[in-house]
């Protein structure tokens, strides 16, 4: 199996602020990781590893979640 080396420290460091910043923003919206799910049409696994900063989630999945929360694409990756 071929595995992709590890981004860098800071690389991962920021996608964990994301992943804390899209947990904040769906908390104050008052949603569920589930809504979040059914709404992006996203997994709940796969959002749920978004969300915890475990896996790095493609620009398309971003708008579908900031879209799903009711949010603009800016305020999720605002770190």
């Known amino acids: 199996m071929h595995h992709q080396p590890l981004p860098p ?3 991962i460091a920021r996608r964990r602020a994301v ?3 899209i947990r904040a923003v769906r908390v104050h919206a008052n949603l569920t990781q589930e ?3 059914l709404r ?19 620009l398309d999945s ?3 979640i900031a879209d799903a929360i009711g949010v603009d694409l800016a ?3 605002r770190t």
């Open 9 to 11: 420290d800071r690389v």
């Open 19 to 21: 992943a804390e910043r």
């Open 35 to 37: 809504a979040v799910s």
């Open 40 to 58: 992006s049409g996203i997994s709940l696994t796969s959002y749920n590893r978004i969300e915890q900063g475990h896996a790095s989630p493609m």
């Open 62 to 64: 971003l708008i579908l």
């Open 75 to 77: 305020d999720l990756v």
